[in-house]
C-alpha cells in the first residue's frame, strides 16, 4: 500500500490532505471528527486582527456615550482595549490546547492580519499554547489609492518578520494572487524568514441582485475550476523556492489533489469540498490517491511530486501562456 506521509513545515503529516481555516475547525468535536475521517491536519479557524480591533472601537465608544471616558487618556480607554484583546485570545488558546488533548495530527493556528501592530505578541501565546505552526493570512487592502506597490507588499515583510522573530515553531503565509509581481513577492516572503506559503487564499465577492437591485454576496464556496490559478501558479513557484508550497482553493476531489501534488505542492487544503459533502470526502479523495499511486507504480508521493512543475514539464509555457489565440486561431 502506498505511503501517502508527507512534510510540511518540518511536521510530519499521515497524508497531504489538510482542512483549511474555516468554520470547520472552530471547535473541538469538529476538529475530532475530521481527525477520524483521516484528514493530514488542520488549520484553526482565523483569529481576526481585524475583528478584535473592531470590537475594542466599538466597547470605547459604548463606554464614551454611557460617560465611562471622560478623557482621551482615562485608563478606561487601556482596560477596554485589552480586555477584548484578552478574551478573543484566551478563547483561542483554549481551543488549541484542547485540540492537542484530543488529536495526535499536527494542529496549525491561524491568524488573519491585517497589519503588522501589537497583536503579533499574540503569536507567543499561541506558540506557548502548543500548536504546532501558525498561519498568516494576510491581506493588505489594496483600495487605499494613496499607497503604493512597495508600501502595501513591505507590510507582507514586516509582519513575517516581527512574528519569526518571536517564536520558534514554523510559519506559512497565506496570500492572494493580487500583486504585480506575484513571483517576486513569493520569493521575498521566503526571504523574510516564513517556513512556507500557501496559495491562495478566498475572499467574499460582492455580486449583484438585477431583480431586487441591490448588492449582494456570490457563492461564498469554491468550484472545482477554481483550482486554476493556485496550480498554475504552484508549478512556476515549484524550484524557484525552496520552502514549502501549500495550494487552496478548488480542491474537491482526489484528482485535484493528484494535480497539485504533481505541480509542486507539499499539501492541498480543502473547506468548500467538505462543507458541500460532509468530512466523509476525505476518505473518499485519499481512496482515490491511494489508488492513482498503486495503478502508477508510486510507493510514496516524493516520486512523483513537483514531476510537472515548469522546470520539469516538457512545455515550459504552458504556466505562462495565457491567451487563447493559439488555440482559437483556426476557428472561423
Request: net charge negative.
Amino acid at each position: 500500500m502506498p505511503d501517502l506521509s508527507t512534510k510540511y513545515l518540518g511536521l510530519t503529516l499521515r497524508n497531504p490532505i489538510v482542512v483549511g481555516s474555516s468554520g470547520l475547525t472552530d471547535s473541538v468535536d469538529k476538529i475530532v471528527e475530521l481527525d477520524k475521517n483521516g484528514v493530514g491536519a488542520v488549520v484553526l479557524k482565523s483569529l481576526f486582527e481585524e475583528q478584535i480591533m473592531l470590537e475594542a472601537d466599538h466597547n470605547i465608544k459604548k463606554a464614551q456615550e454611557d460617560g465611562m471616558i471622560y478623557s482621551d487618556y482615562s485608563e478606561t480607554l487601556d482596560y477596554i482595549d485589552v480586555h477584548v484583546k484578552e478574551k478573543e485570545l484566551g478563547n483561542y488558546i483554549e481551543l488549541i490546547r484542547e485540540a492537542k488533548n484530543k488529536v495526535s495530527i499536527p494542529v496549525i493556528a491561524s491568524i488573519n492580519a491585517i497589519s503588522d501592530m501589537e497583536w503579533t505578541s499574540f503569536a507567543k501565546k499561541i506558540e506557548d499554547a502548543g500548536a504546532d505552526a501558525i498561519e498568516l493570512n494576510i491581506f493588505v487592502m489594496p483600495f487605499n489609492l494613496e499607497n503604493n506597490c512597495d508600501t502595501n507588499e513591505n507590510m507582507y515583510y514586516n509582519i513575517v518578520n516581527k512574528v519569526k522573530s518571536i517564536i520558534n515553531i514554523p510559519v506559512a503565509v497565506k496570500i492572494s494572487p493580487y500583486f504585480a509581481n506575484l513571483g517576486k513577492v513569493i520569493t521575498r516572503i521566503e526571504e523574510s524568514g516564513a517556513n512556507g506559503v500557501v496559495l491562495f487564499n478566498r475572499f467574499s465577492n460582492p455580486d449583484i441582485d438585477i431583480d431586487a437591485v441591490r448588492t449582494t454576496v456570490a457563492d461564498v464556496y469554491s468550484q472545482p475550476t477554481d483550482i486554476a490559478t493556485s496550480l498554475r501558479w504552484i508549478a512556476i513557484m515549484a524550484k524557484q523556492v525552496k520552502f514549502d508550497l501549500g495550494a487552496s482553493t478548488g480542491i474537491h476531489d482526489g484528482a485535484a489533489v493528484i494535480k497539485q501534488l504533481l505541480a509542486g505542492a507539499k499539501v492541498t487544503q480543502v473547506t468548500s469540498a467538505i462543507y458541500k459533502k460532509g468530512p466523509e470526502i476525505i476518505v473518499d479523495m485519499l481512496n482515490f490517491v491511494n489508488d492513482w499511486m498503486e495503478q502508477k507504480g508510486y510507493n510514496y508521493i516524493d516520486q512523483f511530486r513537483g514531476k510537472l512543475s515548469q522546470s520539469e514539464t516538457a512545455d515550459h509555457n504552458v504556466y505562462e501562456r495565457i491567451q487563447f489565440m493559439k488555440y482559437f486561431s483556426e476557428y472561423k
